[in-house]
């Protein structure tokens, strides 16, 4: 369930900065990092 959970925030950033075009590119790169610190 937390992959799932972890899927639909992450597929929301993701959506969220396409629609931007581009200017949510580096909030979107700090969420990955805190959600994934081995990248």
Do not use: K, Q
């Not at 937390?2 to 959506?15: A, M, V």
């Amino acid at each position: 369930m937390e992959n799932l959970g972890t899927r639909l925030i992450l597929s929301s950033h993701l959506d969220y900065a396409i629609s931007g075009r581009g200017e949510c590119i580096a909030p979107v790169r700090e969420t990955l990092s805190y959600t994934f610190p081995y990248i």
